[in-house]
């Protein structure tokens, strides 16, 4: 069975720096991922995914993630975080045959400080 | 297009008592399927169906019933409520990809239902 591990429950920046959200993975063959950002008292929006090709997925909102398939990684980035990007963060993966059937991650709260 | 609604958005239920959500899409997507969030452990997800008069059991199915009669709804039913399933209720829907692939999701607004 898959898994996700968003091992941060908040991250904390201030605005300007770069942002970092990390999610690793356990998926059996080839995955699927995603992620998602939820707003307060929002339904979850989708960012970006990676299928195949190239590591480096880029995104809405200036967000871009890297796939590490040796670290069953994929991190989700920003190089200067806004106060707005303050949400949560979730990671999923769907292994290559089973399509949509996503398992996410538990979400990592981000924190944008003026 | 209103994409993905839900209704209603807050609901109140004692236990033993039974209630269906609402879920609509006007994308004509294949595939919907039903979430619940909560804290800490992210989305969990508890039935879906790749196309009307298909549905399949997900990750937590158990104490609630799904049909599709129709491309454009997902009714989600609770059969007997209880507390254990007070939770966010999201539906999502998306295109199905006929052979491997994946599409993004589009979910609703969610449902916050409180069991007592």
């Known amino acids: 069975a898959q898994s996700v591990a968003q091992p941060e429950d908040q991250v904390n920046v201030a605005e300007g720096n770069p942002l970092t959200v990390k999610c690793t993975y356990s998926?059996?063959?080839?995955?699927?991922l995603f992620w998602y950002v939820q707003y307060p008292n929002r339904g979850l929006q989708f960012l970006l995914k990676?299928?195949?090709?190239?590591?480096l997925v880029k995104g809405s909102y200036g967000f871009e993630a890297e796939f590490n398939k040796s670290q069953t990684s994929f991190h989700l980035k920003k190089p200067s975080a806004l106060v707005s990007d303050s949400a949560l963060y979730f990671c999923?993966?769907?292994?290559?045959?089973?399509?949509?059937?996503?398992?996410f991650g538990g979400g990592t709260r981000v924190l944008v400080k003026p | 297009n209103a994409g993905v609604t839900q209704t209603p958005k807050f609901q109140v239920l004692k236990t033993g008592q039974s209630m269906t959500l609402q879920c609509a899409q006007d994308?004509?997507?294949?595939?919907m399927s039903w979430y619940r969030q909560d804290p800490g452990m992210g989305l969990r997800l508890i039935h879906y169906?790749?196309?009307?008069?298909?549905?399949d059991q997900g990750e937590v199915p158990n104490g609630y019933n799904v049909s599709r009669s129709t491309t454009e709804d997902f009714p989600l039913r609770l059969l007997s409520a209880a507390p254990s399933q007070t939770s966010v209720y999201f539906c999502?829907?998306?295109?199905?990809?006929?052979?491997?692939?994946?599409?993004?999701?589009?979910f609703g607004p969610g449902t916050r239902l409180t069991v007592t």
């Open positions: 999923a993966v769907s292994p290559w045959a089973a399509g949509n059937k996503l398992t």
């Open positions: 998926v059996s063959g080839n995955p699927y």
């Open positions: 990676y299928i195949t090709g190239d590591n």
């Open positions: 169906s790749v196309g009307a008069g298909i549905t």
């Open positions: 999502a829907s998306s295109y199905f990809p006929l052979d491997s692939g994946a599409y993004e999701q589009y």
């Open positions: 994308m004509n997507h294949e595939y």
